[in-house]
């Protein structure tokens, strides 16, 4: 009980710190550089397409590292239940209920 207390209580904190920094009272305009500034007032789409590109350069980190998370998740599971097929196969008495596996 007092660890599920404690969990909700920091669950709790950590929501109100959040609310109270995204509170539209507490967001200002970003300030850029005077030339990044002075070149999204123009018409010109470059300067956009510039910040774009930064953008998506640092999603990919994140990205990468999800689908190697993902690859290597899988290949854990597959080995696990290989492993737990040869074990079977050494010693038939074991049944899926004792495995612990979800066969669905």
């Known amino acids: ?3 599920r207390f404690s969990f909700t209580r920091s669950c709790l904190l950590a ?9 539209p009272a507490a967001i200002n305009e970003a300030t850029a550089c005077p030339m990044c500034k002075q070149l999204n007032d123009t ?7 510039y910040m774009y590109s930064i953008t998506f350069m640092l999603t990919m980190p994140a990205i990468l590292f999800s689908c190697f998370g993902v690859v290597f998740y899988r290949m854990n599971q597959r080995e696990q ?18 495995s612990g596996l979800d066969e669905s």
């Open 1 to 3: 009980m007092l660890k």
């Open 43 to 49: 018409d010109d789409n470059k300067p956009r397409a």
């Open 15 to 23: 929501a109100v710190i959040l609310g109270l920094f995204s509170a």
């Open 81 to 98: 239940a290989a492993m737990l097929e040869h074990e079977k196969n050494r010693n038939p008495q074991i049944t899926d209920a004792d």
